[in-house]
């Protein structure tokens, strides 16, 4: 027979604002922000170590699939570009880097698309998710830009063939003067600056909106009893209402 | 030698010609595409029907 312990309630940590009580909102704007993440993203839902059941399915590893090929792509790409295309081009280890990128980008946009088939059909954006879907959304598109303005910058045939293709096409919708996809110089800029730091950041916070939320169940298990993190969420739905 | 050499490193496909299109209406795809496709389809299937491991104190 286990014996419960009751612990007493904590004492609260003195306020750093001299007069001030737990309850009142201290520490200016830095304060407010620390209060409102916590509040959003509580230590146990940043990392938690327990998933529902329904996460044992080889649909739901695409995600971290693809956030895994995303990172190959950024370090591969790092190094390209502390190497330069002269080594890229003209060694064996540069050839390999350079393949590596390759291949890492065609595998995380076939994981990508595997992922979003997979949220599509179970409706992700259920159960106050909506902003997740939008971020993954954003985050697909941007990687779109990204990969074709690495397609641009390979500097072989193929990168000509399809710049002069695609300036036609965004000359007829006005921007080719602001995107010039034959001004090398500006798409290797939007290739390794813009477009990554973009991408990136969107997909950090697809991953916040997925810790927040939890992950979306399937739709046959909403009329069967709910998951902690899924009831925490329907809670959320109900008060929101 | 160099035959042979070559042969080894050679791709499963011939890949030193023109591309192989499919025409469907309006529609052109290149083979190569539609076979990447076809894998994805497949991986998404088999993701959805084959049992997942069941891995050391999952709840």
Do not use: C
């Not at chain 2, 070559?6 to 209406?25: E, F, I, K, R, T």
């Amino acid at each position: 027979m286990s014996e419960h312990v009751i612990a007493p309630p904590p004492t609260p940590e003195p306020s750093p604002v001299a007069g001030a009580t737990d309850g009142e909102l201290t520490g200016g704007w830095t304060g407010a922000v620390r209060r409102g993440a916590v509040r959003a993203l509580p230590p146990d839902k940043l990392l938690p170590d327990t998933q529902p059941k329904y996460v044992a399915s080889w649909i739901y590893v695409f995600g971290v699939l693809t956030l895994a090929a995303f990172l190959v792509v950024l370090g591969s790409g790092a190094v390209l570009a502390l190497k330069g295309p002269a080594w890229w081009h003209g060694s064996a280890v540069g050839h390999y880097f350079n393949s590596l990128h390759l291949w890492s980008v065609e595998l995380f946009m076939a994981f990508m698309v595997i992922h979003l088939w997979g949220k599509f059909f179970m409706a992700a954006w259920r159960g106050r998710r909506a902003l997740t879907w939008i971020t993954g959304a954003v985050s697909f598109l941007g990687s779109v830009g990204t990969a074709f303005t690495g397609y641009l910058v390979q500097q072989n045939f193929d990168s000509q063939w399809i710049s002069t293709q695609a300036k036609d096409g965004l000359n007829s919708v006005g921007i080719g003067a602001y995107f010039n996809v034959t001004d090398f110089g500006q798409m290797l800029m939007w290739h390794i600056v813009l477009l990554p730091a973009v991408v990136g950041l969107i997909v950090v916070l697809h991953i916040l909106m997925v810790r927040r939320r939890g992950v979306v169940p399937p739709i046959a298990l909403r009329s069967a009893p709910a998951e902690p993190a899924e009831r925490e969420t329907a809670t959320e739905e109900e008060a929101a209402r | 030698m160099l035959s042979k050499v070559s042969a080894a490193g050679a791709a499963p496909v011939d890949l030193n010609g023109p591309g192989h299109y499919v025409h469907w209406g309006v529609i052109q795809v290149s083979v190569a595409n539609l076979v990447v496709v076809g894998i994805m389809v497949a991986v998404f299937i088999l993701a959805l029907v084959l049992p997942f491991p069941k891995g050391r104190g999952r709840k």
